[in-house]
Every structure is written in C-alpha cells, then in structure tokens.
C-alpha cells in the first residue's frame, strides 16, 4: 500500500509539473499570439502608409510631368518669340535701310526739282 501512495504522491507531483509547463506553454502562446497581432497591426499600418506614400509619389510624378510639359511649351513658345523677334529686327533693318534709300532719292529728287526750277526761271 505504501508504494501505491508513493506513485499516487510521484504520479500527482508529475501531473502537477506537467499542468505547471502547459499553463506556462499556454503564457507563451497567449504571449506570443499578442506579439503577432502587435506585428500584425503594425505591419497593416506600415502598408498604408506605404499605400499613402505611393499615392503621393504617383501625384507628385504627375505633377512633375505636367510642369516638365509646361516648361517644353514654354521652351517652344520662347524659342518661336525668339525667332519672331529676329525676324522684326531684320525687318526693321531692312525697312531703316530702304527709308534711308528713298530718303536720299527724295533728296535727290528735291535737289534735282530746285535746280530744274531755277534752270527755267533762269531761263525765262
């Protein structure tokens, strides 16, 4: 009889450990399950804010991209004022010319009209 106590007293110290290691198995778990939802969370929380900072990107590329289209056309605009410029300048240049031409035939004329005059007044 006295080994039965013995093992009832062996087989209840073994039930107690083992019901000892399964609540700390079952701390553990709860523990470890309460990190992973923690990782969980913060992994979510990680993705939208990467969501967030792709939506930012994908309107700042637009951006960029409309101004790039801006500053092309401004470009162009500029190169065809510079152009049209030149060409008023030579314009210009030319007409500057051309009234100091018909200026001096002018002078010509008028010079050559007063001599005519004072030819036929002479004459008279």
Known sequence: METIKKKMANL??????AE???RKAEDELHSTNSK???AEEEVERLQKELANLEDELDGSESKLSTMNQRLHDAEKQADESERARR???NRG???D????RLQ???DDVSS???RSRRQIQTNC
Do not use: C, F, I, N
């Open 87 to 89: 060409v008023l300048e």
């Open 112 to 114: 050559k009209k007063s």
């Open 104 to 106: 001096s035939e002018l």
């Open 20 to 22: 000892e290691r399964s």
């Open 12 to 17: 209840r110290e073994k039930l107690e450990a």
């Open 97 to 100: 010319e051309r009234l100091a």
């Open 93 to 95: 240049q030319t007409d």
């Open 36 to 38: 992973a939802e923690e």
